[in-house]
């Protein structure tokens, strides 16, 4: 079999930065896994993808020119179908071998499989494998076709009529097959062997391509530019930590940051620049964000992490002189921070509880009233949650009063990543308490997955109560997350209150999550068309809690196990997963698992299960007495560790029972005929369910 490398790129029009890199991968992908569908490209061969502003391509290892013939045998129909008495072939037999374009006589290679009714007709068939022509084709339009394109845009060919749709206009086609020409059609272009360099550092244009793997190269030297993604993103990163250095400072660590501008040059050079240092009295949030959002810089920082006056640019073109370069970046950069200046200054000029009633105007949600509703609902809770803590209530009310207020600022409104960070700020000039300042920045947290918690006491009611309340006003008018939408980030939020209770312990401890829900709930009392969602809700915390616990790697039905049992303090779930996990090692723990299963069967088939005192006196088999003996001895021990939160011990207690419970199993029989014996034993087994089950239902772990 002839193979070679194969080598296709598509040359676009600058494609959306923040999508490139995922349409870098879909294309080649698409590509390969086509191919590879087609039996063209063996599994382990290599495949690179290419992606630049202006081109995505992909080189793959090893392609056949055609592939391998193979062996199909087509399932016709059963034999009493096909075949007369007498063995010859029927009508049907005939018309089917006829649709797939097989002649009359091939009923003589047809051959039968099984016996009796099951007896089916086959016939085998050789065939041929596909030419590189066309399963590229096919794998070419796929991949074009399943590209994760954020906005597709409609535009005319050259002939004035043909509309075609695709993320940005296509001007070219390579595929090379080793240095052969592949002939394909895609998106009105004709394949061929050229493409096109740097828009203005190209040593020549158009690019002639050798073969497939001179790609990168030709690239490189004739067209000025790094064709890889990766390998232009390590360029960029080198010469960012390179310039930092020679003025001892460090580039922003920013990974989103860095693929966008990757996604915007062909061949980077990175530039220092500088601005006056009175911009520095800004914060360093809102300068950082505007270099970063607007312009793209690259903010330095010193070694305390104090923004400096310098930035870093990387241009896409490499000039003998670069001053005008970075002039004309220092010229642009200028009133961006002129910008932030006045917004700060501004904002200053009137302190923060003097916005507060403007809040009243600013919509929240239509069914939920403003945001100055919302922010009553949130003091509400956070002063109640207070109370439970112990914190003091005075500094959460005058937070969580204040908290929103940043919303109706200057610097908030240009930028509304940094609510929250600029509340801190103004707090802080209109000389409030630095707790109250910082719970008004930290009330956001965590704001994504592996974020801080808020710092103190006082932000985390605020914190926890701005969580709560979003998720029962939303759950309240039926606006829960549906399969992957998620509009208002609830599945965020609820993991926000999941890691408040757990990860806390001072706190979390004096939080049962049910009372929370019931606080949150109760605020939105007068609220037309609201819901009581608790029950939802609980359910939807407790599925994003297992979901983050099974990631962490407990088993899932060890966390079937804890959870089954809704605790109240998520923050003694962890402790319990862990007694849970000792205790499925000890010898007893399989029995005593699958006996517990048992016990709850049997208690859940009973009507007489519950309400009945157990009387020793009914206990007749010694079996009977010998559990209940064995259950005074354990349950207290158990209980007693249950109380002082030591859950391995409590668990391990148990298996002390394991004797006891398996010969009341082989010895008595619960379901008798006599009814006062049969509730006395139910009881009994009520017991001793109510003694194995405090800290989780074992019987989950049951196989």
Known sequence: MTTAN??????????????????????????????????????????????????????????????????????????????????????????????????????????????????????????????????????????????????????????????????RPAHGLVALHGDRVVPLQALGLQSGRLTHGHRFEAACDPIVLRDADSYVQQLRDEGAVIAGFDARRDAIAQQLRHAAEAVGLRPIEDSALLDEVCALVERPKVLSCRFEPEFLAVPQECLILTMKANQKYFPLLDAEGRLSNR??????????????????NERVVRPRLADAKFFFEQDRKRPLAARV??????????????????????????????????????????????????????????????????????????????????????????????????ADEVGLCLALADKLETLSGLFGIGQQPSGDKDPYALRRHALGVVRMLSERADLGARWPLPQLLDIAVDAFAGVDGY??????????????????????????????????????????????????????????????????????NILRKSEAAGGVALDRALLRDAAERTLLDALGDVAPAAHDAFARGDYTAALKALAALKGPVDAFFDQVMVNVDDAALRANRLALLGELHAAMNRVADLSCLAG
Not at 75 to 86: H, I, T
Not at 317 to 328: H, L, R
């Open 357 to 454: 009633d403007g809040l009243e105007r600013v919509v929240y949600h239509a069914r939920l009233g403003s945001q100055a509703a919302r922010m009553r609902r949130v003091r509400t809770i956070a002063v109640a949650l207070a109370g439970l803590a112990g914190v003091d209530a005075a500094l959460v009310e005058q937070a969580a009063t204040l908290a929103k207020a940043d919303l109706l600022t200057e610097m908030v409104g240009e930028f509304p990543e940094l609510q929250g960070t600029m509340g801190r700020y103004y707090a802080l000039h209109d000389g409030l308490d630095a707790r109250v300042a910082r719970a008004i920045e930290d009330h956001y947290r965590p704001r994504f997955a592996g974020d801080s918690l808020p």
């Open 531 to 600: 819901a009581d969602p608790r029950e939802a809700l609980r359910n939807f915390i407790d599925e994003r809690l297992a979901n983050a616990l099974r990631e962490q790697g407990y088993a899932a039905q060890e966390v079937d196990a804890v959870l089954g049992l809704r605790p109240s303090l998520l923050v003694e779930v962890v402790p319990r997963l862990d007694a849970v996990r000792a205790f499925t090692v000890l010898p007893e723990a399989a029995a005593l698992a699958a006996a517990n299963k048992r016990v709850a």
């Open 6 to 167: 194969l080598l296709v790129e598509l040359f676009v029009e600058e494609l959306p930065p923040k999508a490139l890199a995922a349409l870098g991968s879909a294309f080649a992908h698409g590509i390969a896994d086509g191919l590879r569908a087609q039996g063209l490209v063996a599994d382990g061969a290599a495949s690179t993808p290419y992606a630049s502003p202006r081109r995505l391509a992909v080189h793959i290892a090893d392609v056949a020119a055609r592939a391998a013939d193979r062996d199909l045998a087509s399932k016709l129909m059963p034999a009493s179908v096909g075949l007369d008495a007498a063995g010859a072939p029927t009508a049907a037999l005939l018309k089917k071998l006829a649709a797939l374009g097989l002649p009359a006589d091939a009923a003589a290679r047809v051959r039968s499989e099984g016996s009796g009714k099951a007896q089916t007709l086959y016939i085998d068939s050789v065939v041929p494998g596909a030419l590189l022509a066309d399963a590229l084709q096919r794998a070419l339009l796929d991949a074009i076709a399943k590209l994760p394109i954020p906005k597709v845009m409609s535009y005319q060919l050259a002939d004035g009529w043909s509309t075609v749709r695709f993320v």
């Open 311 to 328: 930035f870093l640019v990387v241009s896409n073109i490499s000039p003998d002189d670069a001053q005008a370069v970075v002039d004309g």
